[in-house]
């Protein structure tokens, strides 16, 4: 599965979204396990990512002036896990510099990414992205639970 990851952090960096459609299952998750910030709680489907998550992201920045995950280093690695650590370099629409550390956690299934758990540094991205950008809705907010429900229960 880390070449499924290798390729997923190479298409958000060049603006593949032909390949990164690919990568993606149909009924991919994203968990960004916070509250109260502009994207926090449990996106689902690979629609609503292409639909509303990335444009809340990428609509906040110049991609002349930024590379998203322009590094990446997957740190473990198992049949259908991986963890990996990645790294913007850039600066938003705002003018503000946002490079940006992120902990990906994925799943993966049939050679695409199920489930993505993403934390990030929420202070640097409201500052820097949002402002006063109204939240994005999640379909449902994040519990410890949710993580059972998307097949990372303790093992």
């Given at each position: 599965m880390k070449s499924v990851v290798d390729s997923f952090y190479s298409a958000i960096n060049t603006g593949n979204?032909?390949?990164?459609?690919?990568?993606?299952h149909e009924n991919f998750t994203l968990v960004c396990p916070t509250r109260d910030h502009v994207l926090s709680g449990v996106y689902q489907t690979k629609a609503r990512f292409f639909d509303d998550v990335l444009p809340c992201v990428f609509g906040c920045v110049n991609p002349d002036n930024i590379l998203f995950c322009a590094e990446h280093r997957?740190?473990?690695a198992s049949e259908d896990t991986v963890v990996a650590l990645a790294m913007n370099k850039g600066e938003a629409l705002t003018g503000k510099r946002y490079d940006q550390i992120y902990l990906h956690v994925f799943k993966c299934l049939?050679?695409?990414i199920l489930t993505l758990i993403e934390s990030f540094d929420t202070a640097l991205a409201n500052?820097?992205?949002?402002?006063?950008?109204?939240?994005?809705?999640?379909?449902?907010?994040?519990?410890?639970?949710?993580l059972d429900a998307l097949g990372f229960s303790e093992r």
């Amino acid at each position: 599965m880390k070449s499924v990851v290798d390729s997923f952090y190479s298409a958000i960096n060049t603006g593949n979204n032909d390949l990164l459609g690919s990568l993606v299952h149909e009924n991919f998750t994203l968990v960004c396990p916070t509250r109260d910030h502009v994207l926090s709680g449990v996106y689902q489907t690979k629609a609503r990512f292409f639909d509303d998550v990335l444009p809340c992201v990428f609509g906040c920045v110049n991609p002349d002036n930024i590379l998203f995950c322009a590094e990446h280093r997957i740190l473990c690695a198992s049949e259908d896990t991986v963890v990996a650590l990645a790294m913007n370099k850039g600066e938003a629409l705002t003018g503000k510099r946002y490079d940006q550390i992120y902990l990906h956690v994925f799943k993966c299934l049939d050679g695409q990414i199920l489930t993505l758990i993403e934390s990030f540094d929420t202070a640097l991205a409201n500052q820097a992205l949002w402002g006063e950008t109204e939240a994005l809705p999640a379909d449902q907010n994040f519990t410890m639970a949710s993580l059972d429900a998307l097949g990372f229960s303790e093992r």
